[in-house]
């Protein structure tokens, strides 16, 4: 018979802390176990009859993890089969999409104008008493107007017991802490800590950009509620974790001129068509992945150095290695590459939700995955070498794109390989949110207006490049909302 686990210190100390107060935050970071805490908790109360039912929420691509997870309890001591299934009988596991329903409804604005307003009403299958309501990967809550925030609040009047589980609970842009995400969060597990988001931003909020968006907060403060309402735990700090390295590859820019071109606003040349916020930059990013985008939704190929440098990386390991793309062009190069050395699997939009688990737990050599599908709450120990084929435009999530592999269970020294076209904006993005940088709209308008020119395998800007530092106090730094816009972008053209 098999050893059973137990669980670490950690987990149990959260699993208790859950019996003590009926509203608490989980704020452990990614690969410490969250999962279990809590079921270990609700397996408690439903062996001794205290709840009957619970809610958890999380994103659609974890609804299967969790399912996984509680089939794995019986490799823990002190869980039963028969409860185990019980488990399964009374947890309904919902995406965050599933717990509302959209509508549209007309009414006048302060103009007098007749316009559309998006309502948020919670669906009717769940609208009813809950033993309890667990929502995972939190941070997902933001401010007011987000519709997960909307839903969520709807939710607080049907169980006395709420929890909220984020390994990065204000992460931001450029890995800047956006203080903006614990008023959904915090006002979920407590509904009158704030009587509405005018009260909060008074609160918190010291001051703004020219939209009227918060931009600075009373940092001390904002850290002392999160300490108030939740615990916290790093992954070194629980398990004896290996090292993990990043190896930055220079590669070289095999179309320079075409780069040039579009620098210098030669759309129509490629019949490309820049739509508003940071298409330019976009654009230049795609090149030197090897493609570009036409204005007519065709994708036409250019040559592109990556894909040999990535097989040379592939020949001189015999690990499982996973690959992380943001478009879907890529991914397809990627796993053409990938085929030639063995078995492939792809985790993008296109995937069923579970297909990792044929590279995690089965044969599957290779991974090749897209952020926004395999970036978050699943394992991929399996494998100890990453390559990040390009880059994310959001460290928050970078962040928890390496961690699928630097986590509990992983025994090996972890290596990221960053392939980085020299001397180009994706050089600069990818060491921006290497260093947690914070981005501004005027660094990214500026780094798509730098020509760079190859002589002699050696690639450099016109003008020597000045270390990157944070923007002035002035600058129109990039908003939560920006960062969503670009990755909307990198969906759109994925």
């Known amino acids: 018979m098999p050893k059973k686990f137990k669980l670490a210190q950690h987990q149990i100390y959260a699993s208790q802390m859950m019996d003590e107060t009926s509203i608490l935050a989980i704020f452990y970071e990614a690969g410490t176990g969250k999962t279990m805490c809590v079921l270990d908790w609700l397996y408690r109360q439903f062996k001794n009859r205290l709840i009957s039912n619970a809610l958890i929420i999380c994103p659609a691509n974890l609804v299967t993890n969790w399912k996984s997870a509680i089939d794995k309890m019986n490799q823990f001591e002190g869980y039963t089969e028969y409860g185990i ?14 717990t509302y329903n959209t509508k549209i409804i007309k009414r006048r604005d302060r103009k007098g104008e007749i316009k559309d307003y998006k309502t948020i ?7 009813h008493p809950w033993g309890a309501i667990i929502i995972d990967e939190s941070h997902g809550l933001g401010s007011n107007r ?8 709807k939710l607080v009047n049907l169980t006395d017991h709420r929890y909220i589980l984020t390994g990065t609970p204000v992460s931001g842009g450029g890995g800047q802490e956006d203080f903006k995400k614990l008023y959904g969060q915090l ?5 009158d800590l704030w009587p509405s988001w005018t009260a909060f931003c008074r609160e918190l909020v010291t001051s703004y950009d020219k939209f009227y968006k918060p931009k600075t907060y009373r940092n001390e403060e904002c850290r002392a509620l999160m300490k108030a309402y939740g615990i916290v735990a790093r992954l ?7 090292d993990a390295n990043d190896n930055i590859i220079d590669v070289d820019l095999a179309i320079p001129s075409v780069y040039n071109d579009i620098v210098d606003g030669a759309m129509r040349k490629y019949n490309i068509d820049i739509k508003s916020g940071g298409g330019k930059f976009i654009k230049l990013l795609e090149l030197c992945s090897g493609f570009l985008k036409t204005e007519d939704e065709q994708t036409v190929p250019y040559e592109c150095t990556k894909p040999s440098i990535l097989e040379g990386i ?78 994310t435009l959001s460290s928050g999530l970078m962040e928890q794109a390496k961690a699928r592999i630097h986590r509990k269970g992983q025994t090996h020294k972890c290596i990221y390989h960053w392939l980085s076209t020299k001397g180009t904006i994706e050089a600069k993005v990818m060491q921006t949110v290497q260093s947690g940088v914070e981005l501004s709209r005027q660094m990214l308008d500026d780094w798509a207006k730098e020509k760079t020119f190859v ?4 690639s450099y800007p016109d003008s020597e490049e000045p270390p990157l530092e944070p923007p002035p106090a002035d600058s129109d730094t990039v908003t939560k909302e920006f960062i969503q816009e670009l990755e909307e972008e990198e969906k759109e053209q994925s």
């Open 85 to 98: 299934r019980c488990m399964h009988q009374m947890i309904e596991i919902r995406s965050f999409q599933r």
């Open 121 to 127: 009403e919670t669906r009717p299958d769940i609208q």
């Open 146 to 153: 987000s519709s997960q925030t909307q839903s969520a609040l």
């Open 187 to 191: 006002k979920f597990l407590d509904p």
């Open 236 to 242: 070194d700090d629980c398990y004896d974790m290996p």
């Open 314 to 391: 592939l020949e001189s390991t015999t690990d499982k290695v996973v690959i992380f793309c943001n478009y879907r062009y890529s991914i397809d190069v990627v796993a053409e590459v990938c085929k030639k050395h063995g078995s492939t699997v792809i985790f993008d939009g296109r995937s069923k939700t579970d297909t990792w688990r044929d590279f995690q737990y089965g044969h599957a050599k290779y991974l090749v995955c897209q952020y926004q599908s395999g970036g978050t709450g699943i394992d991929l120990f399996a494998s100890h070498t990453m390559v990040i084929y390009e880059s």
């Open 455 to 458: 002589h002699a395998n050696k």
